[in-house]
């Protein structure tokens, strides 16, 4: 497994079984076939052709018997009796959001959402805020040269995020990271360019000028406060 997988791989606790929403390869569940994992394990994607890839790499490992295949979208054909962790890794923001919309069951303390998303993290956190989520881990990893945020959440009550947070993580979570100084920055030089293109534009546009402002202001505080 690459570095990204591998961090996601170290999130998994011990349960009554595991769904790996859009496998693809299937690294993940031939992993913890291969750990003795007690649950079930169920390797879902939306294409054969996945499916098919991440079946032959648990037969490649000898534990092809071990998982289940199932072809679906997102959760639609999964047991919800089956699982407990649902792992959505590898999407856009918008997609995970809309997987988890469609599968209501699953926004119960009983399950725990394992998510990385690659595009609009932070509508993903909107979503899990505005649901009732908490936010028990937010980890960055490194993996080809990209910074990835993958986001351990599960119902219990709200919890408030800040509009920076949208985009940090729980800056008491996020700033255990050893990465979150340098992803930081990275945020606010985006806000900043943002924020000189729409000074410089024709048009001003007013509210998502001060919006921007606003969470870049967030951001920086976070700065000195993590220094």
């Not at 791989?9 to 994992?37: C, F, K, M, N």
């Not at 805020?129 to 028990?136: D, K, R, T």
């Amino acid at each position: 497994m690459n570095k990204r997988l591998e961090a996601i791989y170290a999130l998994i606790g011990e349960g009554r079984g595991l769904v790996d929403v859009g496998t693809d390869h299937g690294h993940i569940p031939t992993a913890l076939a291969q750990s003795g994992y007690a649950g079930n394990i169920i390797a879902s994607d939306i294409k054969p052709g996945p499916l098919q890839a991440a079946r032959r790499s648990a037969e490649n490992a000898g534990v092809a018997d071990k998982i289940d295949f199932l072809l679906c979208d997102g959760l639609d054909g999964c047991d919800p009796s089956a699982i407990d962790t649902i792992v959505i890794a590898g999407m856009g923001g918008d997609t995970i959001c809309g997987i988890l919309d469609r599968a209501e069951w699953c926004m119960t303390p009983d399950y725990t959402l394992i998510l990385q998303p690659v595009t609009k993290a932070e509508v993903v956190r909107y979503w899990l805020a505005y649901n009732g989520y908490e936010f028990l881990d937010e980890v960055l990893v490194r993996d080809g040269g990209i910074i990835y945020q993958i986001i351990r959440s599960r119902i219990k009550e709200n919890t408030p995020l800040s509009l920076a947070e949208l985009y940090t993580g729980e800056f008491a979570l996020a700033r255990k990271n050893v990465l979150f100084g340098e992803y930081l920055d990275g945020l606010i030089s985006r806000f900043e360019a943002g924020i000189r293109g729409l000074e410089s534009a024709r048009e001003t546009q007013a509210d998502s000028l001060a919006l921007k402002k606003q969470i870049c202001a967030q951001l920086r505080e976070m700065r000195e406060k993590s220094k």
